[in-house]
């Protein structure tokens, strides 16, 4: 089974996700906090990673340069997630595998997860 | 000489009777006297025009120097005598020399004389013959002309018309007259002498004083007054006793007015815009000379000349108090007013008028703006220098100004926003050759402008947040009980999955639409197929509606473009022709081509729209309200971002409609060859 981490801190969304995703035939695991990603995802070793773009604490666009660095994490694709009106043009800057507006059709997501999963 | 016929006697008394006569006429026609001196003897002879020229009864001529020296003028007695001892002196025999005689009746002549003085062998003169004429006449008309020259010269020299005619009257003095006076009405109507002039300065100050304490009759019949009334010049060649006893008032007067001895009376009317405004007088008096109609004309032709420098002077002075007052009423203006000669960016642009305010709002004088060349650009913010240039130049260029935002840098170094509408100067040929406008500092709307695109921006992301989720939630749910098939249940999902769908719209139109307002709608154009375009759409709707789509023509184009916003403007279509088509079955998007557009028509059997909304349908927030139906739901959002998207795509968007019978909306876009 593939293994999806889903980082997001609105609590009501990640628990969505979190369920959809596993519907979906995932294995997940999800945190509110990008606090030590690069340790949960060296444990975890999920094959993508489903993100926000605005995260309390630590920025998303930080997040995203922090597993882009790593050589344990930079091949792992990420899904950016977002409601910001700029998503779109911050996702191309950060050369992240895909981005997602929110909100969004489960199935949008699910096709997604499974075409830079297989 | 000729031989007569008769006793040569008598022929040569004849012939000299003849020569004679002939020499006297010629004299006489010429005016010329003939004087013959004996340098020995002193003896003299004078012809009878001589006599005459110097104001001597004929054959009462003394026969010596005795007369002469009693009619040369003293002044210029010495000046004569010495000249004659020169040319004795150094054996000329040339003799010229001009002078004025005194004639009994206290007329002032200028005689002119020539001749030859004939010496001995030893040198020692013996003889002096020569001629005399009166140059008076030619020598006042050389006068006058100067006169008249010079006094032009004055009055167009300069706006300032109560010195000007000051000088005119110091001018006449002595040649043209013996007083030169210049009267003006004011606005009130009151007469006021600006000018006056006599060669004396103790008369001049005498006749000012008597102004004051004996002012003119308004009512004479003759006169200044009467000049001032009537508008017609006044022309006294002679003045004669009688007119002056008629003119005194007083025994007192009549003395003084002999003592002044009036000769001789010009007086003319200044005139401004065909009105009386003025007079200038002429006055012969101790002088005793007349004025002559060439004189009058003379005068005249000052006089006409004084006015027109009155009247521009008065012009002027009106132009000047009207831009005053415009000044004064721009000064206040809470705004830069100002206008500019050359194009924007030019080094050597100058500003021509910029108002007051202008130092309130940056700090720098109205000095510093006329006196600099370029001003407006060199305190552009440097980040908006390029932009603030190209964007006045274009105005300039196209010939139609505009709007444009830049920040200013204030003399005390802060920045402020500022928006610009301007408008080209055009020459008599239609070629823009400067600039003119308001510049307002919208550094708080931008702030305002600035807080609610920020609000907006945030207002909609957290909106779009518990919006994520409940449709998350929604479709879980939809996909958990699809097995168990309650129909109630799902059916009910499926509501909930369209409105929140709605919902999203809702919100990321009023985003789209704070974006256009702000200039900040990005499109990403690229090159792209038509016909996906209209499938994905038409699939996508086609799954919540029961209307039946239909595509017709060929939609196989290629499109350079924004494939996310134009897919916007065609759901938009598609959504309105569902809603407002509730009643009938089917929607038809037809695509046709012309000959480098495409046309992409959304046909609805629905309840049209009538003629008076067609042109402001795609207005920003226009909704319909329908006295006989009912209004209809929604904000006025989507068609207006459509037509700007498709504005932006170098398209058009139109409709077709009847009241009850459908509605066609349109749009076209360029084909990529």
Redesign the interface.
């Known amino acids: 089974m593939k293994k999806v981490l889903i980082i997001d801190d609105d609590d009501s969304i990640l628990e969505a996700l979190q369920i959809a995703v596993e519907m979906g035939g995932y294995e997940v695991k999800s945190t509110s906090s990008a606090d030590s990603i690069i340790k949960l995802c060296e444990k975890f070793k999920p094959d993508l990673i489903i993100s926000d773009l605005l995260l309390s604490g630590v920025d998303g666009r930080q997040l995203i340069q922090e597993l882009q660095g790593q050589t344990s994490t930079k091949k792992i694709p990420i899904i950016l997630l977002s409601a910001h009106p700029e998503g779109n043009k911050i996702a191309q800057t950060y050369n992240v595998t895909a981005f997602l507006a929110k909100p969004f059709e489960i199935s949008e997501l699910l096709s997604l997860i499974s075409q830079y999963t297989s | 000489m000729k031989k007569s016929s008769s006793s040569p006697q008598a022929g040569i008394e004849s012939e000299f009777q003849i020569y004679k006569e002939r020499f006297e006429q010629a004299q006489k026609a010429g005016n010329v006297g003939v004087f013959d001196i004996d340098l020995v003897t002193g003896k003299q002879w004078w012809s009878a025009v001589e006599e005459e020229l110097f104001g001597l009864l004929p054959g009462t001529f003394s026969g010596t120097d005795r007369d002469w020296r009693d009619r040369v003028h003293p002044a210029d007695l010495p000046r004569v005598t010495k000249e004659l001892k020169e040319r004795l002196k150094n054996k000329l025999e040339d003799y010229e020399s001009e002078f004025r005689i005194v004639l009994p009746d206290g007329n002032i002549r200028t005689l002119r004389g020539k001749g030859n003085i004939y010496y001995d062998a030893k040198g020692k003169p013996l003889r002096l013959i020569g001629v005399n004429y009166d140059f008076t006449e030619r020598m006042q008309l050389e006068e006058s002309l100067r006169f008249k020259a010079e006094a032009s010269k004055v009055l167009a020299s300069s706006l300032d018309y109560q010195t000007t005619l000051n000088s005119v009257a110091r001018l006449a003095v002595p040649h043209v007259a013996d007083w030169c006076v210049v009267d003006l009405l004011d606005s009130n109507g009151a007469l006021q002498m600006v000018a006056i002039s006599h060669s004396d300065p103790n008369q001049v100050k005498w006749a000012r004083e008597r102004r004051r304490s004996n002012p003119p009759d308004m009512k004479a019949t003759s006169g200044l007054t009467n000049v001032l009334r009537t508008g017609k010049p006044e022309f006294h060649p002679v003045i004669t006793n009688d007119m002056i006893e008629k003119a005194a008032k007083s025994p007192e007067e009549l003395q003084l007015l002999r003592k002044i001895g009036f000769s001789s009376v010009i007086i003319v009317p200044l005139k401004a815009h065909d009105k009386t405004i003025g007079a200038m007088t002429f006055v012969m008096a101790e002088s005793k000379r007349h004025y002559s109609k060439l004189d009058f004309q003379l005068t005249e032709q000052i006089a006409s000349r004084a006015s027109l420098a009155i009247e521009n002077a008065q012009l002027y002075a009106e132009v000047d108090e009207e831009r005053e007052r415009l000044n004064n009423i721009v000064a206040n203006v809470p705004g830069v007013v100002w206008e500019a000669y050359g194009k924007p960016d030019a080094a050597k642009q100058r500003i021509d008028f910029i108002n007051k305010y202008v130092e309130k709002m940056l700090g720098y004088t109205v000095d510093e703006w006329l006196n600099t060349p370029n001003f407006w650009l060199t305190i552009v913010h440097p980040a908006d220098r390029e932009k603030a240039a190209a964007q006045a130049v274009a105005k300039f260029e196209s010939g139609e100004g505009g709007v444009s935002r830049f920040r200013w840098l204030k003399k005390n170094g802060e920045s402020i926003w500022v928006e610009t509408h301007s408008y080209p100067i055009l020459d008599k040929q239609g070629k823009a050759i400067g600039m003119r406008g308001v510049t307002m500092d919208v550094s708080e709307r931008m702030e305002l402008e600035r807080r609610k695109d920020e609000f907006i921006?945030m207002a909609?992301?957290e909106l779009?947040?518990?919006?994520?989720?409940?449709?998350?939630?929604t479709?879980?749910l939809q996909?958990?009980l699809k097995e168990d098939s309650n129909t109630l249940v799902t059916k009910s999902l499926d509501r909930i999955n369209v409105q929140?769908g709605k919902l999203?719209t809702l919100v990321s139109d009023l985003?789209d639409v704070s974006?256009i307002q702000s200039g900040k709608l990005?499109l990403?154009k690229a090159n792209f197929m038509l016909n996906t375009l209209i499938q994905d759409c038409v699939d996508s709707l086609q799954e919540t509606t029961d209307h039946k789509i239909i595509i017709k023509g060929e939609t196989s184009y290629q499109i350079y473009g924004d494939e996310d916003r134009l897919g916007q403007v065609l759901i938009n279509f598609l959504t309105n022709a569902i809603k407002y088509s509730p009643e009938a079955g089917k929607i038809t998007v037809a695509v046709t081509k012309e000959t480098e557009r495409v046309i992409i028509g959304v046909k609805d059997n629905g309840i049209g729209i009538s003629k008076e909304h067609h042109n402001r349908i795609f207005d920003r927030f226009y909704r319909i309200y329908d006295n006989e139906d009912k209004t209809y739901p929604g904000l006025g959002m989507g068609l207006y971002i459509s037509s700007q998207i498709i504005k932006r795509h170098e398209g058009q968007i139109w409709l077709k409609s009847t009241k009850g019978k459908g509605t066609t909306f349109y749009f076209s876009l360029p084909i990529i060859s």
């Not at chain 2, 779009?464 to 939630?473: A, Y």
């Open positions: 921006s909609s992301h779009k947040t518990p919006l994520t989720s409940i449709k998350v939630f479709q879980i996909r958990t929140v999203t985003l974006k990005e990403r």
